[in-house]
């Protein structure tokens, strides 16, 4: 995970305590942020073709999917 995902939890009112130590420094609050991105990419790749019948669009719109998973993974550091 990334500093994007430190700052969205900062949003979300995880902050540091007065000696520094915040919340979302416990590994359980970064797999949970981790495994919400990872969802999302599944939901996207369950919308792609399974390859059957594939015809220009199709192709194309598998394209635009992988280029969002791509995306995504990249803007919060998912490998």
């Given at each position: 995970?990334?500093e994007?995902i430190?700052?969205l939890?900062?949003?979300?009112g995880?902050?540091p305590?007065s000696?520094?130590v915040?919340?979302?420094d416990?590994?359980e609050?970064k797999?949970f942020?981790?495994?919400?991105?990872?969802?999302c990419?599944n939901?996207i790749?369950?919308?792609?073709?399974?390859?059957e019948?594939a015809?220009?669009?199709?192709?194309t719109?598998?394209?635009?999917?992988?280029n969002?998973?791509?995306?995504?993974?990249?803007?919060?550091g998912?490998?």
């Amino acid at each position: 995970m990334n500093e994007r995902i430190r700052e969205l939890a900062e949003q979300a009112g995880y902050l540091p305590d007065s000696f520094g130590v915040g919340h979302w420094d416990m590994p359980e609050c970064k797999k949970f942020a981790e495994l919400i991105v990872r969802e999302c990419l599944n939901e996207i790749e369950s919308q792609r073709s399974n390859g059957e019948n594939a015809d220009q669009w199709t192709i194309t719109r598998d394209l635009c999917y992988h280029n969002m998973m791509s995306g995504l993974k990249q803007h919060f550091g998912v490998e």
